[in-house]
């Protein structure tokens, strides 16, 4: 018959015990101390910490143990009972194991003496990890109480290995995180609340030219922190040490660094937050962007200049895709970049080669590049003649490739070219092609030619504008002006002028344009035509305009904000007279009426005017203590109200509420109700629902108090009629009330009663009775 399945074999379990690493190092203390505990309690002359493996048991601790036992610290499993509690998951006890059938041939009864015996389950994590037992060489009987000391014990066991293996854990953790902080490339630095470093390691040191034993224990900031940024970082301590919340944990920050020699640099790091011992600590892991810097910029740079090319500069895919459409391109071809991305080049552009299509292809494909002249055609249905160089490359997938195509428009040189002499070819390209307006005018005023800039400065094509008087697009008011430094320029008074005037846009709104004036003579000196060179500064000067303006906003907001700071001066002497007011002008004669008082409580009165003068008391007090409140709460800086919470007996304070209001009125409210509440605050606000009951709802008719597990509920009943609807959403705001109800009053009371609710962790709210009246509530946290 097969050997039945030992839970003692169990690889798992096995793999377990060894996991504690108990078997891998000298007693702990903690269960020496169970050991030598167990065996003083019980009596017993060995107690033993056993842990179960595969062939043997090994005693992580012991007492009592023979030689040679003892010095070797285990023994084999024919030597073992705890194998039997391991196996059996459960408490094993004898009094005398010569007389079991299971035990009676074990050797440890022999060789050790083990006779009587009594041993409870190790549990880690689910697992029997051995036995925690009591020996004794002579027959016993084990108690009930023994046995629960044994077992409580062995739970304390289980507990200890659990910290020795957690503890074992933590510092083979910790070996890896600074054996990786000591390898890592980035710079690792770890500050306290304070701002002191309490780790740096080795590319710290290396990036910012100290060493650990230089940064640990330094204030950051002049090691590494800008001088501009300091204010800012001990600002944010702060802020962390008297909130607990830090704004930058966990985001991904860019800030300039300075290292030992006061080079700065641009670095990049993450910062967290963590709790160490109840302390506080930063941890951050930085390093140099410098040279992401000067790429970024580089391309930046690049992109710019691709950007600023008068050429067309374009990425097609080898489809014809367009993946790339410079402000060139746009200019050129009048089709703005996304409206040109994503379409077929050829297509949008009607491209026609001066041979074939599939020619060029195939020349990219065999050369990687093609160049030569072709006919494209603008988004106004106008075509023009380009000079293109194609270019194969691999695209950034690097899978493929895709065609940059580099675009000069060359046709106004060749119009120029069938008009002009060659001599004038040179001049005429750099005519046409110029981003800034240029027109020669005749000397009779009419224009002889223009370049593309001023055409499409003033909205009208350069053939449009040819043979026309200059005058007819300046705006009237600027014609004169013009006129008188024209004749200059013939009188030979001056070489050219510069003006600023308007000229009328296609569409009629008026461009603001910066012009020159320079008169061409001849050899001889003859005046031959006028050159003008035009630049657009409608932007500038609405900009320059629009600066005026809001400099001028901004000094009368200055002078409204040195009106309101006048204003708030005001108040706050305004503050501070009510401050005085209730201290003095209130007090002294409150702190009389309680003096009198006071000789009237301790004087022989007859009975009804002993209830009389405590209520005058009580009432006296009260105003003293809301007093005293009030001047705390002008003394604060803060916008919103704060107060300090008690234990507060609900029902007590309550009937308190009812006797300051004057007021029977049943009240229901569970004997062992507590809230956490101000008691004056309390008080003040369940008398202002009584009161505005007895104003608005003919008295309250009932207090009733409901509990929660987090909040309880209090809640004043009265069968009036009722707040209107239109009121109700503004039932808690500064000066709502009734109109009509005959009452007097501030409309200031719910506010109050609001503010010190929140104050105090709760809230107020209003609902109709059922089937009539109101309910007032108020909602304070359960203490």
């Not at 802020?239 to 944990?249: D, F, I």
Request: proline residues 5%; aromatic residues 4%.
């Amino acid at each position: 018959m097969a050997e039945p399945r030992r839970r003692v074999r169990d690889p798992e379990r096995v793999a377990a015990v060894r996991g504690t690493g108990v078997l891998d190092m000298p007693e702990p203390p903690g269960l020496g101390r169970l050991t030598r505990l167990a065996s003083r309690l019980l009596g017993s002359p060995t107690a033993l910490v056993s842990l179960v493996l595969d062939d043997r048991q090994v005693f992580a601790s012991q007492v009592g143990l023979p030689q040679p036992w003892a010095d070797l610290g285990q023994t084999p499993l024919s030597h073992s009972f705890c194998q039997h509690v391991v196996d059996d998951d459960a408490p094993l006890v004898v009094s005398d194991a010569r007389l079991v059938d299971r035990l009676k041939d074990n050797l440890a009864i022999p060789e050790i003496g083990v006779i009587a015996y009594a041993g409870m389950p190790i549990r880690v994590d689910g697992e029997v990890l051995g036995s925690f037992c009591a020996i004794d060489g002579k027959p016993r009987d084990w108690s009930a109480e023994d046995l629960a000391v044994l077992q409580d014990l062995a739970a304390a066991v289980g507990t200890e290995i659990e910290l020795v293996r957690a503890a074992r854990n933590a510092e083979e953790t910790s070996a890896v995180v600074r054996r990786i902080l000591e390898v890592s490339q980035d710079a690792y630095i770890a500050i306290d609340a304070d701002g002191h470093v309490v780790e740096w390691n080795p590319a710290a040191a290396k990036l910012f030219g100290r060493t650990r034993q230089e940064a640990v224990g330094e204030d950051l900031a002049p090691l590494i922190i800008p001088e501009e940024y300091r204010d800012a970082h001990y600002g944010g301590l702060t802020r962390v040490r008297t909130t607990g919340e830090s704004k930058l944990a966990g985001q991904r920050i860019e800030l300039p660094a300075i290292d030992r020699e006061g080079r700065r640099f641009p670095v990049e790091f993450t910062l967290q937050a963590t709790r160490h011992s109840g302390r506080l600590v930063f941890h951050a892991f930085l390093h140099d962007i410098s040279a992401r810097h000067a790429v970024e910029i580089e391309l930046r740079r690049q992109a710019e200049l691709i950007d600023a090319a008068p050429a067309a500069i374009i990425v097609r895919a080898p489809d014809g895709t367009i993946r790339f459409w410079n402000t060139g391109a746009e200019q050129m071809y009048g089709w703005p970049a996304a409206a040109a991305r994503g379409r077929n080049i050829h297509r949008l552009l009607a491209t026609v080669f001066p041979g074939s299509a599939a020619a060029v292809e195939r020349a990219l494909a065999a050369n990687g590049r093609w160049e030569g002249e072709v006919t494209h055609r603008r988004s106004d249905g106008r075509s023009i003649v380009v000079l293109s160089r194609h270019v194969l490359r691999p695209d950034s997938g690097g899978a493929g490739h895709e065609v940059i195509e580099t675009s000069t428009d060359i046709t106004g040189r060749r119009h120029a070219e069938e008009r002009l002499a060659a001599s004038e070819r040179q001049f005429r390209v750099q005519f046409h092609q110029s981003t800034v307006g240029q027109a020669i005018v005749g000397l009779d005023g009419l224009v002889q030619h223009v370049n593309e800039a001023y055409a499409r400065m003033i909205g009208y094509s350069p053939e449009q504008l040819i043979g026309r008087r200059n005058e007819d697009y300046t705006h009237p008011d600027d014609r004169a002006e013009g006129t008188l430094m024209t004749a200059r320029l013939f009188a030979g008074e001056q070489e050219s002028y510069e003006r600023t005037k308007r000229l009328v846009h296609a569409d009629g709104h008026l461009v603001d344009v910066h012009i020159g004036v320079r008169l061409v003579r001849d050899a001889d000196g003859v005046p031959v035509n006028l050159i003008g060179v035009i630049q657009d500064v409608t932007e500038q000067l609405r900009a320059q305009r629009e600066r005026d303006a809001a400099e001028a906003v901004l000094a009368e907001r200055n002078n409204q904000l040195e009106l309101a700071n006048g204003e708030l001066q005001r108040a706050n002497l305004l503050k501070l007279d009510l401050m005085g007011m209730l201290s003095h002008d209130i007090g002294t004669p409150l702190t009389s009426i309680i003096g009198y008082g006071e000789l009237l409580v301790e004087s022989d009165l007859p009975k009804p005017l002993e209830a009389s003068t405590a209520k005058i008391m009580s009432a006296a007090r009260r105003i003293d203590e809301l007093r005293h409140n009030v001047l705390s709460m002008c003394t604060l800086s803060e916008t919103r109200l704060r107060t300090d919470r008690h234990r507060v007996r609900l029902a007590e304070a309550l009937r308190d509420a009812l006797d300051a209001a004057d007021q029977q009125v049943p009240l229901s409210c569970p004997p062992s109700a507590e809230v956490l509440v101000n008691p004056a605050h309390l008080r003040q606000i369940v008398v202002n629902f009584l009161s505005n009951a007895g104003k608005y709802g003919g008295g309250a008719t009932a207090i009733e108090v409901t509990t929660a597990e987090l909040s309880t509920r209090i809640a004043v009943h009265d069968r009036g009629p009722g707040v209107p609807e239109e009121l109700r959403a503004h039932l808690f705001e500064r000066y709502t009330r009734a109109g009509d109800n005959g009452a007097e009053g501030h409309g200031l009371g719910l506010h109050i009663v609001a503010s010190l609710a929140e104050a105090n962790g709760g809230s107020v709210g209003y609902q109709p009775g059922d089937p009539a009246g109101s309910v007032f509530c108020l909602t304070l946290e359960s203490a």
